[in-house]
């Protein structure tokens, strides 16, 4: 019997539909507590401020959100006795709105984007709050290196990945599970996944805010630039088609940024399996370079690509996203 649901985390590594002579696996993420990847941090976020003295049960917190690390927070938050008031910008939907009042937690839309969301949330920090930074907090990725990639590496069942392909908000999720495989697959690939109107990776300005969760508008200190092998771009279009794909012929129901790593993992497999560049995007951020030793694909015959799907598409339903 486990003592909270806090610690029910945990999620399945599931082959999905991959090409020829490739595989493509995705860990569900929807399957947490809290219904999302960002459950993880939120946890481990509250826990560490917790270990520092920093925060007890009764004190109010509060963190700029596009939708999942918030509901996390929710969830934390009521499991733990904390006060939990969130900044969302208020184009996100509205399902995301209504998990989190369902958890207790206080909302407040901003016009704007996530940058805006921040300010607010600076405001109240500065009139009591506690604010636990998902962008620079390293306890964000630390979850991730600690619970998601020991779960894959125990998921594998001896098997070697090519590469990790994934999108990018905070950068917490792709650093984290990155940085631990890494060091178990020294040759693996790490790729970043990012919405081609919000390609700031790839040296490019934002023009639009498309996607929820992936994309922010600029470079999360918590993502790990030199982990990178390089950049994928994707538009939202092409990720709802996925989406819809994955629902209505895998009977797996995932947001945006999962249908965009899907589908860009995919890419990355076919190629391997073909022997192919996978034509990825330089990093543009200073001091970045290629690795010197990067090869195409490390495993061989039936090369192996993971990815990550953030959260469920019950999340989106109201934006049309399946209509």
Known sequence: MDESVLDTVGSPLVRVESPPGATVAAKLESRNPGGSAKDRPAIGMIERAEAAGE???????????SGNTGVGLAMAGAAKGYDVTLVMPSSKSEERRRVMAAYGADLELVDGDIEDAKARADELEAAGM?????????????????????????????????????GVGTGGTITGIGRRLRERFPAMDVVAVEPTDSAVLSGEEPTADSFQGMGPGFVSPNLDTDLLDGVLTVDVAEAEAECRR??????????????????????????????????????????????????????????????????SGERYLSTGLFD
């Open 55 to 65: 925060i007890e049960p009764g004190d109010a917190l509060v963190e700029p959100t």
């Open 130 to 166: 506690t604010q636990l930074r998902q962008f620079e907090n390293p306890a964000n990725p630390d979850a991730h290196f600690e619970t998601t990639a020991a779960e894959i590496l125990d998921q594998l069942d001896g098997r070697e990945p090519d590469a990790l392909v994934a």
């Open 246 to 311: 994955l629902a209505r012929e895998e009977g797996i129901l995932v947001g945006q940024s999962s249908g965009a790593s899907r589908v860009r993992a995919s890419d990355v497999a076919a190629a391997f399996a073909a022997g192919e560049d996978p034509g990825y995007r330089d990093v543009a951020v200073d001091g970045w370079e290629p690795r010197a030793d990067d090869a195409v694909g490390v495993a061989g015959d039936d090369p192996l690509v993971l990815t990550v799907f953030w959260d």
